[in-house]
């Protein structure tokens, strides 16, 4: 686990959660083929949250997150993402895809494009900027997550840190008003970890709403102010982060953050 | 034990240095690759040996070869008067006495300049496709070329390629419109079934009207004048052309969520895949015409592209459907996730990458189905084989046979080995991973 609060203290002057409701899942299930994943889920998110999601691996908490831009198909119950709600209507979906952002544990930029086109792709096919302008747009964001020099080079030639970010950069460019991390550092090595966490911090800073899948426990307690526990497909318990990691309810959770945090 | 300490610090870091000389050049190469062990320097030796065999018969066979003589007889007396006896002699006399025949086959030889001209508006129509450093602008060479070519080699009245041409005109407005007025389901069937009607239906009347007001025509060349490598080229050249965006869309087809279009994708290129391609040739010789409303002749040479088109189409789309396989499904959610729809996904980020992999695969069956275009010598057409038989039954040439065979592999081979080529350099063009 790495440590961060430790490092930097985090400004909290922009976090602020707002009454409006980003995300609204109500009663969601889903199924592999006869397996159920996702058992009665009930979450809602307001603008401005910073949720992270833990639990044992194959606790459903990737399928969760990736429910709510659709890259899974829930099979019953309601999401509603920023007013709209998530059906087989393909122009609901593409407008929330273009609103939600997402970072993958692999971050699956395209290989055979620059980082620039690669932040650049979605701005001028999607929301039809003109390309100089979706360039300006792309400069900033990877001046932001620190790798301007970079953006001329492919994807396969940066470290897996810079790769991330350059994802999340990525993500960005479309001005997303919610972002979705799915173990955004689990394929990382421990020294690239924390350079893509000072950049998630960063963003919740700045009072982006977020939902982390995620094992760094520092990062939970730095920015959260929910952590979600799941496990076999339910959530388990929801609390803010000091009481949720100091007076754990439920055995299950108890027995996960003994073993997680023990080493 | 012995008592050396365990702790050790290096003071000072080595530089690098020259390996030394019998690891590097020339020595280095032959001796790795012809004498590494007792055995493979055996086999190195007996291997010059066959290849000086080999090269001190057929050699001189070549060297000596008579270029100008009009018929065999006067080739072998030629050899008989001038030759040192011991050594045969190959007759070229028959290639350059047929040149043109092996070339245009029968096509009128005051019209040469047709196909040559053809060919040239292909190779600049293809150029800022193969190379895209090229101006943009050359695109729209690309995009007339196919009419063009028709015209040139075909000839006749120019309204019937722009009256074909205009077919796909009416596809793209079709497309457009459905798409934003009805659904997109509407707009892929209106796109398909538009076009056919009006090919089937307008085109022709269409053309006929424009040239009965405007008459614009070069003289018409029926299909059965051309032959040699000029029809080789002809069949294979636009079935390369037309297989690959058909076989990209099958195989986006076969992989599709759409039971009914991925049953088609599947059953087309299972049909056509199981099938010999004589098998479908001697169909579009014999079957086809019955299938086509009645009056309608079509060209042989047409069906022959056509079937070759479909038949190389299911073989690329296998070629792809493996590439497409091989691409990480984290791609497809990339693309997704940013909010790019199927056909941007597809055009942006999946098929570049796809493709690139089935360069190889791709290339190979381009190659396989250039060398195929000669089975159209059993419908009847006169590929450079069929010109070779023709060329052998008339009674000057009566018994040549190497040296036609040699001169139609030499030329295959460069055709060949030069697609082999290209596509060694765009494999090495779009290597992303260690530049």
Known sequence: MVELTQERTVDRSHMQVSDEVAIEIRNMNKWYGTFHVLRDIDLTVQRGERIVICGPSGSGKSTLIRCINRLEEHQAGDIIVDGTELSSDLKNIDKIRSEVGMCFQHFNLFPHLTILENCTLAPIWVRNTRKKEAEEIAMHFLEKVKIPDQAHKYPGMLSGGQQQRVAIARSLCMKPRIMLFDEPTSALDPEMIKEVLDTMIELAEEGMTMLCVTHEMGFAQAVANRVIFMDQGQIVEQNEPTEFFNNPQSERTQLFLSQIIGH | ?435
């Not at chain 2, 025949?101 to 096509?107: A, N």
């Not at chain 2, 307008?202 to 006929?208: K, Q, V």
Request: charged share 10%; hydrophobic share 55%; glycine share 8%.
């Open chain 2, 1 to 435: 034990m012995s008592d050396t300490p365990v702790t050790y610090v290096r003071t000072q870091m080595l530089d690098q240095q020259a390996p030394p000389t019998s690891e590097v050049g020339p020595v280095r190469w032959v001796r790795e690759n012809l004498f590494s062990s007792p055995m493979n320097a055996i086999l190195t030796i007996l291997s010059l040996y066959v290849v000086y065999i080999v090269l001190s018969h057929v050699g001189p066979w070549i060297v000596n070869g008579i270029w100008n003589a009009n018929s065999l007889t006067e080739c072998r007396e030629i050899i008989a008067t001038t030759g040192d006896g011991h050594h045969s002699a190959a007759c070229f006399g028959v290639i350059s006495a047929r040149w043109h025949q092996l070339v245009f086959g029968y096509y009128p030889s005051e019209l040469y300049w047709r196909p040559v001209l053809a060919l040239v508006v292909f190779l600049v129509g293809i150029a800022p496709v193969m190379f895209p450093s090229l101006p943009r602008k050359l695109y729209f060479v690309t995009a007339a070329a196919p009419f063009l070519c028709f015209w040139l080699l075909w000839g006749g009245s120019i309204w019937l390629p722009i009256s074909i041409a205009l077919g796909f005109g009416v596809g793209i407005v079709a497309n457009k419109v459905l798409a934003e007025h009805v659904s997109a389901l509407a707009a892929i069937v209106g796109v398909i079934v538009l076009p056919l009607i009006y090919w089937i239906l307008l085109a022709g009347p269409l053309a006929g009207g424009l040239a009965s007001v405007i008459p614009l025509e070069i003289e018409f060349v029926p299909s059965r004048s051309f032959g040699g490598f000029m029809l080789s080229i002809v069949i294979g050249l636009s079935a390369i052309v037309m297989s690959l965006p058909l076989g990209i869309l099958l195989a986006l087809a076969r992989r599709s969520d759409l039971f009914i279009i991925k049953t088609c994708a599947v059953v087309f290129i299972e049909v056509i895949r199981g099938v010999p391609l004589i098998v479908w040739l001697f169909t579009a010789q014999l079957l086809l015409n019955y299938f086509l409303p009645p009056g309608s002749s079509f060209d042989l040479t047409l069906r022959v592209i056509i079937m070759v088109t479909l038949f190389a189409a299911a073989y690329i789309a296998e070629v792809i459907r493996g590439g497409l396989a091989a691409l990480p499904k984290g791609q497809y959610e990339g693309a997704d996730s940013l909010g790019l729809n199927y056909w941007q996904s597809m055009q942006l980020i999946v098929l570049p990458q796809a493709l690139k992999i089935s360069i190889p695969g791709i290339v190979n069956t381009f190659i396989g189905l250039f060398k195929d275009t000669t089975l159209v010598v059993f419908i009847g057409l006169f590929d450079p084989i069929g010109i070779s038989n023709a060329i052998r039954a008339t009674t000057e040439w009566n018994g040549i046979y190497w040296e036609l065979f040699l001169f139609i592999g030499i030329m295959f081979f460069i055709s060949c080995f030069s697609m082999g080529r290209y596509s060694l350099y765009l494999e090495k063009k779009l290597q992303r991973e260690h530049r």
